[in-house]
T-cell receptor, first 115, second 112 residues
Framework: GAGVSQSPSNKVTEKGKDVELRCDPISGHTALYWYRQSLGQGLEFLIYFQGNSAPDKSGLPSDRFSAERTGGSVSTLTIQRTQQEDSAVYLC?????????????FGSGTRLTVV | QKEVEQNSGPLSVPEGAIASLNCTYS??????FFWYRQYSGKSPELIMSIYSNGDKEDGRFTAQLNKASQYVSLLIRDSQPSDSATYLCAVFYSGGYQKVTFGTGTKLQVIP
């Protein structure tokens, strides 16, 4: 597609429920990243996929968070047993590759509210 | 810990003035530097990238890099109210950290 597509754009969920957030990167981009941004805060790295390599999960805050990337394209971030502190905007970004020579293109984000 | 530091601001400049945004980073093993603009309620948008020491100009924007001082800056000439946003500095670290680290951003306010 022309840009990075994320869905849903907004999600309100009850505490304890599971949620799935979806990211469809730019076609041909091999690198895909998930970040989250809490209100008034900076970008917090969550996870990184590069091609067929094992993902870098070093930023996932707890084992309630997981992500997968199928066929080197679409990615899903799953949060199990959501907590109020999970409320944030979850941003997906893709890049042509993971060498650092290219910046990221971000999607418009998913605003998650846990009530 | 790799770090990217920015003054959170807000930085207020009058319309038409030069806005100067600064960023320092903690590790010399870095190779790519980026500036992103983030409007309130929107996602970050890449506006400048720089890879070697010196200046890089693109329209009203100039990025400056000094690797010896571990310092990168963004100058915005003829600032406009539409430039009011948060500007994020980002550094790509090589050597195992195959991802970009973002600063917390500087909020810029251009006063008409």
């Amino acid at each position: 597609g022309a840009g990075v597509s994320q869905s849903p754009s907004n999600k309100v969920t009850e505490k304890g429920k599971d949620v799935e957030l979806r990211c469809d990167p730019i076609s041909g981009h091999t690198a895909l990243y998930w970040y989250r941004q809490s209100l008034g805060q900076g970008l917090e790295f969550l996870i990184y996929f590069q091609g067929n390599s094992a993902p870098d999960k070093s930023g996932l805050p707890s084992d309630r968070f997981s992500a997968e990337r199928t066929g080197g394209s679409v990615s899903t971030l799953t949060i199990q047993r959501t907590q109020q502190e999970d409320s944030a905007v979850y941003l997906c970004a893709s890049s042509l590759d993971g060498t650092g020579g290219y910046g990221y293109t971000f999607g418009s984000g998913t605003r998650l509210t846990v009530v | 810990q790799k770090e990217v530091e920015q003054n959170s601001g807000p930085l207020s400049v009058p319309e038409g003035a030069i806005a100067s945004l600064n960023c320092t980073y903690s590790d010399r093993v870095s190779q790519s530097f980026f500036w992103y603009r983030q409007y309130s309620g929107k996602s970050p948008e890449l506006i400048m990238s720089i890879y070697s020491n010196g200046d890089k100009e693109d329209g009203r924007f100039t990025a400056q890099l000094n690797k010896a001082s571990q310092y990168v800056s963004l100058l915005i000439r003829d600032s406009q109210p539409s430039d009011s946003a948060t500007y994020l500095c980002a550094v790509f670290y090589s050597g195992g950290y195959q991802k970009v680290t973002f600063g917390t951003g500087t909020k810029l306010q251009v006063i008409p």
